[in-house]
């Protein structure tokens, strides 16, 4: 590794210096400070060097909340108690310098700092200086990969290595990603972790299939090209875990085990050094066939081990003292206490030194299998709901961030902010969004996503007030913004109100268009836009389906809807609505018209603005959807799957549950072959409400102006009926001819090419047909006819479990219950209820399609696409607030009606992925490109984006690059460099980022898929 | 509490340092010292004070051995390891000086100790300095004290306190007893407890009717007087627990448990703060109505508790925070981390300002009852081979510790004798004596006592070695001293060697005579007494029974018989045994002869000297015994109990198990009406040996010059046929009056009177005629006809259950077998095999009977059952070595045959209860006297013992008195006063001790039952 030189070492510490104003941790920073790679214990030349890595697997909340694991409390669900683990390593690591240990989830650890007193927080810091106690991955949880979304992935790593960096300094910066339980890893997480400036990752769970071939060719160890366009600043040396992340049989020497101890006194008859000792060697003897250095990481912990971490240290003592004895007697290993980082970097100097040549990986690891009947596709959907509330999450964490940034909020509001901050950080856990936690955690996931939405309403409220009102000087005129659920069209504002504003902030980084609907007990209301213009309004009542939805609370059966226009980045605008009295002329009643019109197939026809669809009026089912000038055939339907019920006593017993995905057989069941139909044409929208069953119905819906059709569906309760679990599934089915092959995204970001019942690296074997085809769809699945150059695609506004199980199809599940638990550990069967009925799931599918070659206009699909999953995903947030009787013109008076945040739009492919409030006077400021290279002709090229002058609230004073995570000046961020067995040529970050260093001059270049993370000091407008 | 003046401080110090050469501890030692009374937290004024004492118990052995709980090995059976709670006890005590935590076993500490390195054993005396550790009982177990002769209590007092006082010094020095566990209390423990100069004692495990009753009655504190002889020097204040030794409900807070830990983030849903406070306050308040003063004493912990010590401490720290903020609020409560020690004091100043004044207990605590159907007192005889394995060690113990001290061995052996010392601490803890172990930790006692057996053995060689060679500097003349299994009558030397020597080791005070029997293979042996006379002998054949003993690995089907003749004090006599060719003229023959004489009933009668028999011809059972010139008719049965089998799921289901002594049903079942019988008539002895079944013989034996009549049985297989474990009786019927009493010893010392169906202090309502009627016999038991003068008494080589459950009966209970767990932890069924077959017990009961009015010769009743019951504790040991080949002239001219180690023998009423090797050049002493007041009309009274020239091998240099765990001086001893509820008045202790303080002209005066112990310094002659 090439050493920082002085003036590196200089800005740093300046760097540092600033980041940890809040902090004492700065002060104990110097030259002299022993942690990072030098802190490792000492390898030995000529032995296998076995890295005895001590560790406890922390969840985030599973069996238990994350209080209750943080406490140790709910005992008879699981016993584990956080807060002990921190204390008792500490007690332990100070016995003996020699000893090591890694802590991984931030969340726990600042619950743990804020209850220290100043004793145990000064030994902490000790602890972390030199390096015995070392801080690896760093994010507020250890997030899954599957469902979860790059921009959540990124504040979370963002937010963990913030309180680190503030705490503890420098000597606490994850150098290592330690993702070792959720279950399947993404490429994009790989991509993460090498924007982070990590020079490695460590994984665990990867398919039983993939992991023997690796075993056996020693490639378990690997350079994981992580992302399709940045192609050389993407490798991320990738290592995956031997034994689970357990002790070797016998060895586990937690309070929570049931292993002997060493007992060292040869007057005892259970005397057992030697038995122990040999069965260790036996075991690492084995391992070292499958790796390729003399370097072997062995992990020692589990879940929640290190309650009483004496227990564990005092054995590890003994075994690495009298395993090394043994080399006095020619034994070839020697243990030593270490870290991840630090046997990555033993390998990394035994690589350099014997010029050892990695294996590389351009796929993911999804999806997981752990045996020929466990694919763990499950969770791509378990608990749906909680998927959708976690996105919302994001989207307003989005906006309360920008906002509390632009309207220059002060310490005040902090809590506020990091209320919501925290709980997406959680919300991320490998068992919080994947749904894999017991029932009684998911509703403390909300209840704490809930918190931190009211707390960051409090913000925007404020934010809000600062930016709209007119007199700045009186407080009296401010404005009660408040929320409402559109989800279940619930709105206390709207249907108590005979007047009220609509405050729509959007948060991407250009003008966007977006329709409201708001519910409302009365038929007539006017709508003002910002400049007083009565714009185009319509009431639609709602559908059966949804004022049936359990807990809903609302009297209103009816919704208006408008479009508003235009909102410009980063800004809002607010409309003024009013009841009238009588019929106004803006009201239309064209709803539920039979027989429009018929095409020559006879199936009905309808169409809104370039987009039309038809279906059969006898079954009441799509037929085909026109759109960028392409008729595709489609059908839609609904179909479930049975889930298998069985003892989880092997595999082959092994039932479906909130992990697994297992039908019951090879067949999948029609909820019903007809719909009844009903049909909506409005002027602003037309609507064909599909009712299939008592439980399930569809709008399929088309906007005037908008470049997709919309499915809005409804799904539950499942009937408990018939003994199976029930998964439910829409599958769209085209006459495209796709050659086994789709496309599922990665977070949200890349797309990976999936092949039927195929693995790029390895000869598959599939026994479950429907499940081993199955990938997580967190934003978007799609297929292509190739002759015909068609493209159909479908975006989530959540993350689901998606395939194309023949060609043509799409298919994506949307709800599950099951019956049974699947034995990984939860312990409950997944059947969720709420308000004491089954489970009532409220989604959206955005789909598109046309020809992926021609243009359409000026976009290409993959354009389209784009923004409808950027406008999907970052949603014009919509605040509504009584007028107290305020007139238009009044309120006006009072009130600013529309703001700008950015001066001007970015360009189409670039946008702002974060803008927040850092230290002090300083944001943190991320750029992404948002295509990926040949994704667009025009798009996918480097784009400039000049940052001068773009705010209009503030002005940039100055701007550092960092790593990812923000923790970091990019510039001084050395990565450990693995050489790839391909003959490709090593990617020199260092002169990279001078390459694109044109932060001086306020001009950042964004190459396809890059981010770029600044923090900026600001000087308010 | 008076304090001690500087004098005696000095004094201390001296004393201390001596004791601590061995160790650093003492250097540590100055005026400055801050343990002791004034250490304790303070406690508040016009609060009611709750004591939160915060301790583990550690039982040395019980599901696991002592090994697998030290290194918490064998989880399976128990989570439990005891080094991990020390450790983290150190840990949590070092983060706040306000926490206190007990010890109590120092068998377990002392192995800790010897594993630490430096930095861990400093902060370990630092906590004993400071008073936040304190050690509590001192002893090296928790002894038992229903089966525990005194003798052991003392030494394993003795050892442990030995250990902390050269290890840590003064601050080490317990000062209450804590005897929380043992399954009932005797009044001899008490004892004990007040002559070791502690201040109080805490238990727990009384009976629940009288715990009701001490309840109601605010009884639960007392003063304990606990010698019916030394009136005022053996009171001890003496408190009962409330709630066993554990939390409140819900407040286990121990890794172990599962009570919700308190959570004092009101921001988590989960905050109990005010819940638990609550709670705690409730109960503390009910519990107050039960106790006397406004101090409170709180155990929190339990088996095995504090392997994670933090997770206790945390939580109570926050207990006692929020529970004491409430007196902000007007509570009256107060709580503080304390100890037993700190909550006695304070409960002495309340009692001494208040002057409080304390109800009187005279009586013990036996049976323990914990409800309607669960006497304990199966334990009384459950294991009874282990129990008399035990007694051996005791007798062997002590002829190790006098001929290493008579010898002046030095360092070199002392791992030796340590080991005996060590597995005989081990053997009093109140799980392993008692038999209420498992299996395999009964097996590995038996091999922890059968190491210190070798090992002494080779103290014992190296002693008598250089005691018996005339020639100290030519080694090579050393004898090869080997032991016998006399319980099977096996032998090597005896069975194997043409000649041999039998050295014959007498550990008394006093001269005595030893029937020596030895088995062998051939039929004529002549044996030469030490000065060469030949002496008589006899050849004996085997019993069948003995012959059939699983295990025995002996060809001998006889034995020699002869009787070694003014054994004396202290010393040894040597024989000489030949075999000899042809029939030698002392050989007697005379054996299994047909009927001899009968008497006006038909009976038969046979005698022995002053001894005499009847039995009936017909029926093989005993009629009468004439002894002391009275004939007594008496028969004797082996009768059983048929042990109950329930679930124990409550208390009317409760199982015989190896705590509870529970019969199916009222009856008890006779083995056999009848027994064959052969009688031998000898010249030294005459046996009648009886069989009973195929599973039960006896052999009633008399000797020519002994005052009782042996009653040598072997009970086992015991069948396991029908249903039902077995509890087998020997039953003694007489025609005495004896008006529902009858007398047990305590501990093997003082008498207690026991009448049936009573307790002295409460109105008792027995549930279970049989067993609620038990007592432990540890010695002996006797009933007395007051109108005729007559007793009758049976003294046991081992503890057993007994009663009388009619009037004239004696009946002992001497094996068992239990089909089923009783619930109480053990979790086995109490059925032994060995050697693949059901447990044979050999055992032995001196009968004795006669008036206890009329003096028999120079003998009363009282002093003949003193003289049998020291001569069967402390038996003569009998030595056997090869003289290879030597004639006896020959061995003579190279070795000493007869050594006395007293120079002249002390009164019958005085006992060397202890000589021992102490440290360096000094030698603990012990005397005891050995009868009780009014027990005997000459014996009973004071005597003086001169200890000027008594010792033939060293004179005493100087002397010092000290507590009776020779752990500190006499004189600086001062024991906290409480004063009786009657109006007697305060024995002063101080002044009594002058009194008696004749060491300086070594003439020692003891009263009756006084126990004095000394260290002298010797000078070897």
């Known amino acids: 590794m090439k050493r920082m030189n002085l003036t590196q070492k200089w800005l740093l510490v300046i760097l540092v210096w600033k980041f940890s104003l809040a902090s004492s941790a700065a002060i104990s920073y110097d030259e002299g400070s022993s942690c990072g790679y030098k802190s490792c214990n000492p390898v030995k030349d000529g032995f296998v060097n076995v890295h005895i890595v001590a560790h406890s697997h922390d969840d985030v909340g599973w069996l238990k909340t994350v209080d209750q694991y943080y406490y140790g409390s709910n005992s008879d669900n699981q016993k584990a108690g956080v807060q002990y683990i921190i204390d008792s390593v500490v007690d332990s690591l100070l016995r003996d310098s020699s000893r090591r240990f890694i802590y991984v989830e931030t969340a726990f650890l600042w619950k743990w700092w804020l209850d220290q007193n100043d004793k145990m927080r000064a030994q902490f810091k000790q602890l972390i200086e030199n390096g015995q106690l070392e801080i690896i991955s760093g994010g507020w949880s250890m997030n899954d990969e599957a469902v979860t979304h790059y921009q959540s992935i990124i504040d979370q790593f963002t937010w963990g290595m913030r309180k680190l960096n503030e705490t503890f300094g420098k000597c606490a910066r994850p150098k290592v990603g330690w993702q070792i339980d959720p279950f399947g890893h993404s490429r994009e997480m790989a991509f993460i972790f090498s924007q982070l400036g990590f020079d490695g990752v460590f994984l665990n769970r990867i398919d039983y299939q993939d992991q023997d071939k690796r075993r056996s060719s020693s490639s378990l160890e690997m350079i994981w090209k992580s992302s399709g366009s940045l192609e050389n600043n993407s490798d991320i040396f990738t290592s995956v875990l031997y034994n689970h992340y357990s002790p070797p049989p016998g060895f586990c020497f937690d309070i929570l085990c049931n292993d002997d101890p060493i007992i060292d006194n040869p007057e005892s008859p259970d005397y057992n050094v030697e038995r122990k000792v040999n069965s260790f060697l036996q075991y690492v003897e084995t391992m070292k066939t499958n790796y390729r250095t003399n370097n072997l990481l062995i992990t020692m912990g589990n879940d929640f081990n290190y309650q009483d971490a004496d227990v564990w240290f005092k054995n590890l003592d003994k075994l690495i003292k009298y395993a090394n004895q043994r080399q006095n007697d020619s034994s070839k290993y020697n243990l030593l206490y270490s870290t991840p980082s630090c046997y990555l970097n033993a390998v990394h100097d035994e690589s350099s030194k014997k010029k050892l040549t990695w294996p590389v990986k351009t796929d993911d690891f999804f999806p997981y299998a752990s045996d020929d009947h466990s694919y763990w596709t499950g969770y791509f959907t378990s608990r749906p709901t909680i998927k959708r509330f976690e996105r919302e999450g994001n989207n307003f964490l989005q906006v309360c961030k920008q906002l509390y940034a632009l309207a220059g909020l002060g310490s005040e509001e902090e809590d506020n902010l990091n209320s919501l901050r925290e709980a997406m950080g959680v919300l ?176 009905v026809e309808v169409t809104k603005g370039d987009i039309g669809l038809t279906y059969n009026e006898e079954t009441g089912l799509l037929t085909g ?156 699945i799609s297929i292509r006819d190739e002759t015909n150059g068609l493209e159909v695609a479908v975006l989530t506004d959540r993350p689901e479990g998606g395939s194309s199980l023949s060609d043509g199809e799409i298919e994506l599940m949307i709800h599950r219950n099951c019956f049974a638990d699947d034995s990984f550990g939860v312990g409950e069967a997944l059947n969720e209820y709420a308000y004491g009925k089954g489970l009532v799931v409220r989604g959206s599918h955005y789909f598109s399609s046309g020809s992926f070659l021609k243009l359409t206009g000026d976009q290409t699909l993959a354009s389209q696409q784009k923004d409808i999953a950027q406008r999907k995903l970052l949603r014009a947030w919509t605040f509504l607030a009584p007028t107290d009787g305020l007139s238009f013109k009044e309120y006006k008076e009072k009130h600013v009606l529309q703001y700008e945040g950015l001066v001007k739009a970015l360009p189409k492919n670039v946008q702002i992925l974060t803008l927040e409030p850092w230290i002090d006077q300083s944001f943190l400021l991320r750029l992404e490109h948002v295509f990926e290279v040949n994704e667009d002709p025009h798009w996918s090229s480097n784009q400039i984006v000049d940052l001068n002058d773009i705010f209009t609230s503030f002005e940039i004073t100055s701007i550092e690059e960092t790593t990812l995570g923000a923790n970091q000046l990019l510039k001084e961020n050395e990565r450990l460099y693995f050489t790839r067995e391909t003959n490709e040529c090593r990617f020199d970050w260092k002169n990279a980022n001078k390459i694109y260093d044109a932060t001086k001059k306020l001009k950042i270049e964004l190459m396809p898929m890059q981010i770029r993370t600044f923090i900026i000091d600001i000087k308010k407008k």
């Not at 359990?550 to 800004?571: M, V, Y």
């Not at 796709?738 to 693995?759: A, H, P, Q």
Request: glycine share 6%; net charge neutral; aromatic share 10%.
């Open 625 to 780: 959807i026109k759109m960028n000038g392409e008729y595709i055939p489609i059908t839609q339907k609904f179909l479930l799957y049975r889930g298998f019920i069985g003892n989880n006593g092997n595999s082959a017993n092994r039932s479906s549950g909130a992990y697994i995905f297992r039908p019951n057989d090879s067949n999948v069941y029609t909820v019903s072959e007809k719909a009844t139909i009903e049909t909506y044409l409005g002027s602003l929208i037309v609507e064909i409400r599909q009712t299939f069953s008592d439980w399930i119905s569809q709008t399929i819906r088309l906007y005037c102006s908008e470049n997709f059709v919309e499915f809005d569906w409804i799904v539950g309760p499942i009937p408990t009926d018939g003994g199976n679990g029930k998964e439910i599934i829409t599958r769209y089915t085209t006459t495209l001819k796709t050659n086994s092959t789709f496309y599922t995204d990665s977070n949200g970001k890349e797309i990976l090419k999936r092949v039927r019942n195929f693995r790029p690296t390895w000869d598959l074997n599939v026994f479950e047909n429907a499940s081993g085809n199955y990938y997580p769809v967190t934003s978007k």
């Open 428 to 603: 991320q856990h490998h068992d919080a969004i994947t749904g894999t936690e017991k029932q009684h955690v998911a509703a403390d996931y909300a209840r704490l996503l809930n918190r931190g939405f009211n707390q960051c309403s409090t913000a925007t409220k404020t934010a809000l007030n600062k930016l709209a009102n007119n007199d700045t000087n009186n407080s009296s005129t401010a404005v009660e913004y408040q929320q409402c659920q559109f989800n279940i069209s619930e709105c206390t504002v709207s249907e108590n109100e005979n007047s009220f504003v609509v405050t729509i902030y959007n948060p991407l980084s250009r003008p966007v268009n977006n329709y409201v609907r708001l519910p409302v007990l009365h038929d007539n209301y006017e709508v003002h836009d910002p400049e007083g213009k009565k714009i185009a309004t319509e009431t639609i009542s709602l559908p059966k389906a949804i004022l049936n939805i359990p807990g809903r609370d609302s009297k209103a059966t009816q919704e208006i809807l408008f479009l508003a226009e235009n909102l410009p980045p980063l800004g809002f605008k607010t409309y003024y609505v009013s009841k009238t009295e009588g019929v106004v002329s803006n009201k239309t009643h064209q709803e539920f018209q039979a027989n429009p019109n018929k095409n020559s197939n006879g199936d």
